[in-house]
């Protein structure tokens, strides 16, 4: 009886199926570290399990888990490939934290559409840290909720691929 309630249900229902398991990845504008544009699909490497890592310059937690998926990129490395993609609307915030923090993998900054596409296509409304786990045939595997979730699935993914 209440269709703007239905309707409204009806559209974030869309929304969490495109960054459900088994879907594909939703594009998203980025800008690379030497200004160039580029699209999240774009970069995501085929035929490899790999990490989307969203996180922020300003982000203690999407900071603080670093040196732990880190330490998962050098365990499971070649096979498992990580990209980040910073949320920081500032270029230069951004800049600064991967001077801080360098991460052997490649960065990425979402654009302004790309930012307000992160929300509003990805239904991320809690912000960073956001992490995406994409299967090598480039579906998404699962959106893990923090680094231990990320161990525990590269750990059956690669036992599982060594039988």
Known sequence: ADTARYAEFLRLADRARKAAAGSGVVDLALTDTLG????????????????V??????CGMCLGAMPDIKRLYERYAPDFAIVGVSCDEKEEAWR???????MPWPEYRLTP?????????????????YYMLVAPDGRVLRTPGGVEDIRKVLENHFKRDSK
């Open 53 to 58: 890592d969203f996180w922020a310059s300003w």
């Open 113 to 129: 559409q790309g930012y307000k596409d992160f929300f509003s296509k990805y239904g991320v409304g809690n912000g960073v840290p």
């Open 96 to 102: 600064g934290a991967m001077a801080r923090k360098p």
């Open 36 to 51: 160039k544009p580029c699209n999240l699909c774009g970069v995501i490497p085929a035929g490899k399990l790999v990490l």
